[in-house]
């Protein structure tokens, strides 16, 4: 099974303070996602990465950026946290093509984020 | 651009109610269709999916049909329990993309 993990269940930071989200997946996945879920509007996706170092914006990537060195890792990083950032983060992995997935994302368990 | 509309909750059944959650989409081309659960304070998994047109997924007594003539994509379950309490995304991602879009997520609270 594709195990997708979260480096917190829970943070709490203050405004301000630089903050990084890690996310790691055991299947060897190319593609990435991080994707912000609020009541009403779904999941956004911020950013996603189809390769190592390679990074694209989603729909909202402002007041973030990214990091993937390696495969397995893909790191969301909030430059300067503000409290509209107070959001729950999900990280997503997604099979190569061909793999018999039909699409599926795989999540981890999120990262309930909060800004004072 | 490729969108899908579902129905506001929170729904709130009494064990054993039938359930049906509305999915619409917009899409060009021939996207795959995805019902996505989210138990509390839990991620996202799969529940079902549907690749093509008439296709039904199935799965924990779920259904849903590809329906291309109304782009729609409606979840059911003939007799819903307290443990399907939680949050149900529609989605759907185009052919050949691996971009999924998700609708805004349907609350469902079931009473015992």
């Known amino acids: 099974d594709v195990k997708v993990t979260q480096s917190s269940r829970y943070l709490v930071k203050r405004t301000g303070e630089k903050v990084f989200l890690e996310c790691v997946q055991d299947m060897d996945h190319e593609n990435m996602f991080w994707y912000r879920q609020d009541p009403g509007l779904g999941l956004r996706l911020i950013y996603f990465?189809?390769?190592?170092?390679?990074?694209e914006k989603g729909d909202i990537p402002e007041g973030y950026s990214v990091s993937r060195e390696k495969k397995e890792r893909f790191s969301l990083i909030l430059e300067s946290a503000s409290t509209n950032q107070t959001s729950m983060y999900l990280c997503?992995?997604?099979?190569?093509?061909?793999?018999?997935?039909?699409?599926?994302?795989?999540f981890g368990p999120g990262t309930r984020l909060t800004v004072l | 651009g490729d969108s899908v509309t579902q129905m506001e909750g929170p729904v709130t059944l009494s064990e054993e109610a039938f359930l049906t959650i509305n999915c619409t989409y917009t899409?060009?081309?021939?996207?795959?269709l995805f019902w996505y659960v989210q138990y509390p304070g839990e991620g996202l998994q799969l529940l079902l999916k549907?690749?093509?047109?008439?296709d039904k997924g199935s799965n924990k007594g779920f259904e849903a049909t590809y329906r291309k003539e109304t782009t729609s994509f409606h979840l059911e379950k003939g007799s819903v329990q307290v443990s399907d309490s939680a949050v149900y995304f529609c989605a759907l991602s185009s052919t050949g993309g691996f971009k999924t879009i998700f609708g805004a997520g349907t609350r469902l609270f079931v009473k015992a």
């Open positions: 899409a060009t081309g021939y996207p795959s």
């Open positions: 997503a992995s997604y099979p190569p093509s061909g793999s018999g997935s039909y699409n599926e994302q795989f």
């Open positions: 990465s189809y390769d190592v170092k390679m990074k």
């Open positions: 549907a690749t093509k047109a008439d």
